[in-house]
C-alpha cells in the first residue's frame, strides 16, 4: 500500500520544497523522485518521518508528480531510467513498477494505455501493481505505447 506525501505550504501559497527542486538539474532531480517514491512505498532507509502538525498546509506528492512528468518527456525518460538502474542495481522491482505506474498516469492513465496496447485494464493494473511480475514482453509492449523503449549499455 502505497503511503501519501504531501509538501509543506506556506500560508502564502509557497512550496518551499518545489522553489529548491526547480533549481536541481534533471538528473537529481531523477534521484529525488526516485526516493520520494521509494518512501511511498514505506521503504524509508534511515529517513525519519515526523508526524505533521495540525492546521499545516499541504501539497500532494502524487498530484505534483504526475503532473511533472506529463509536461515534460525528458524527465519521465530519466525517471524511468533512474527506476531501471535501481531495479537493476538493487533488484528494487516495486519502485521500478511504480514508475511506469507514474509514467502511464501522466500519460493519459491506465485506461488510455490499455487502449494502446490492446492489453486487459484490470490485468494492466494487477501487472503494474506492487505484486506485479510482468514478463518482458509486456514490459516492452508498455514502454513502446508510453513512447519509450528498452536499450542495452555497457556498464
Known sequence: MLKTLKFYQTINGKIPFLKWFDKLDIIIKTRVRQRLDR???GQSGIIMIKKQKKNVRTVDYHDWLINSLSNNPKEAEMYLQAALEEYQ?????DALLLAMRHVA??????SKLSRQTKLNRESLYKTLSTRGNPRLQTFGV???ALGFHLSIRAI
Do not use: K, P, Q
Not at 105 to 110: F, L, S, V
Open 39 to 41: 518512501l511511498a512505498l
Open 142 to 144: 508498455l514502454l513502446n
Open 105 to 110: 498516469e501522466a500519460r493519459g492513465g491506465i
Open 89 to 93: 542495481t538493487e533488484g528494487n522491482t
